[in-house]
Each structure stands twice: as C-alpha cells, then as structure tokens.
C-alpha cells in the first residue's frame, strides 16, 4: 500500500539554527498539506499546496516559516530561525483533489533547545 | 468551520463494542461528518465519513442523528490495537478541503 514519506523521523536543533523537513506524498496525489501538533493537541494546518501552487497558508508564520513544492510533487518545510516554541511534530499529509480521504505521513518529531 | 464537541476521555473493554460520541450543533446542510483516528507515535488515518445516513466500512459504522446535530462512531469489537486519539471533523463540501482537528476522544482499550 502507497504511503506518505516524511524525513527525518526525528530532529533536534538549538534555537536560531535553520531546520528543514521533507515530504514525498503518494504518487498522483496533486494536494499536499503540512501540519504542526503540539503535544496534547490535534493537528493544526499550515499550508495547503494543490500541484505547486499555495491554496491556503493563513495559519504559516511567514517570518519564520516557508514552504515549497517545486514540480507539484514533493516538498520541503524549513524553519529559519527555530525558537523553542516550534517543538512539535509536523505532519505532512496527501489526498487526490476529487477524494476527501487525507493520507498522513509518520510525521517528523523536532526538539528545538 | 462548524465546531465539534466530544468526551475527552473513554475507556472500554477489549472485544466489547465502543460507541464514541461526537456533538455538532451548529452543522450546515453541506458540512460532511469525518471521523479519523491517532495511534500512538503514528500520524493520524482516516476512518470513516457520511452526510445523512448511516455508513458502514471495514473499520467502523457511523450512525448520524436524523436532525444530524450529533454522530456516534462505533467500533463493533474493540481490539487494544484501537487505541487512539478519535477526532470528529465537520467539513465542508465545496471549497477548501482542509481538516480543522480538535482535541479530540482519547479511547483506551482495557485487555
């Protein structure tokens, strides 16, 4: 079964250093999400790209955070400076533009100290 | 986004059935009932999802009040592998496809 590929599993990072996390979603899936959950929380929409075109980055801290998806395919999130309070998982997500099933990935688990 | 109310705690026996409720007032015409599920260290998958009527899948059934101001997922025969965070997202048919997740029903399976 095709699943969304994240990298990498785990990060740490001292604050004010870039961090940068990678996302390949399933084969023929033209919408891709990024999300951040805090501990304790659900997961929050960060953007939202259909093919590689930004459809929804209202909740993204543009002075920080940017996000890109070249050739609609796969995508990167970086974080430039990271502060302590983006310690969190960031989940990348995928779905057919016609479905409403979101498939996840395994999430990217980053410790900024 | 129509907002979404449920329990923010279960728990249960393993190979009974769970009912896990989900409260959604202020739902339009429009607005479709998901259901997706957390297992631990994993990121979230869907489950289920449905208009007006019931639905059934290999997961799960979801059972929808008639004035749809409220839904029940229900896992007919809980294993501990169903132990998860449930989250109950209303969404809308037209427009953006993002999901607004709560907090969502911590359910825990008892062996």
């Known amino acids: 079964e095709a699943e969304v590929a994240q990298s990498p599993r785990y990060k740490i990072t001292e604050k004010s250093q870039a961090v940068a996390f990678w996302c390949d979603p399933i084969s023929g899936h033209a919408t891709l999400y990024w999300y951040r959950q805090i501990l304790g929380q659900g997961p929050e929409l960060l953007v939202q790209f259909q093919d590689e075109s930004v459809v929804d980055d209202s909740q993204l801290p543009k002075d920080r955070f940017s996000a890109e998806r070249l050739k609609g395919v796969d995508s990167t999130l970086k974080i430039q400076p990271a502060e302590l309070g983006d310690s969190a998982m960031y989940l990348c997500a995928s779905s057919l533009v016609t479905t409403y099933e979101q498939y996840f990935g395994p999430g990217t688990r980053l410790t900024v100290t | ?111």
């Open chain 2, 1 to 111: 986004d129509a907002k979404t109310t449920q329990p923010n705690s279960m728990e249960s026996n393993e190979e009974e059935p769970v009912h896990l409720p989900c409260n959604h007032s202020t739902i339009s015409g429009t607005d479709y009932i998901h259901w997706y599920r957390q297992l631990p260290s994993q990121g979230p998958e869907y489950v289920i999802h449905g208009l007006t009527s019931n639905v059934n899948n290999r997961m799960a059934s979801l059972a929808i009040a008639e004035d749809r101001k409220s839904s029940t997922l229900i896992l007919h025969r809980a294993t501990l592998r169903d132990a998860a965070v449930y989250y109950c997202i209303l969404r809308r048919a037209q427009g953006a496809q993002k999901l607004v997740f709560g907090q969502g029903t911590r359910l825990t399976i008892n062996p």
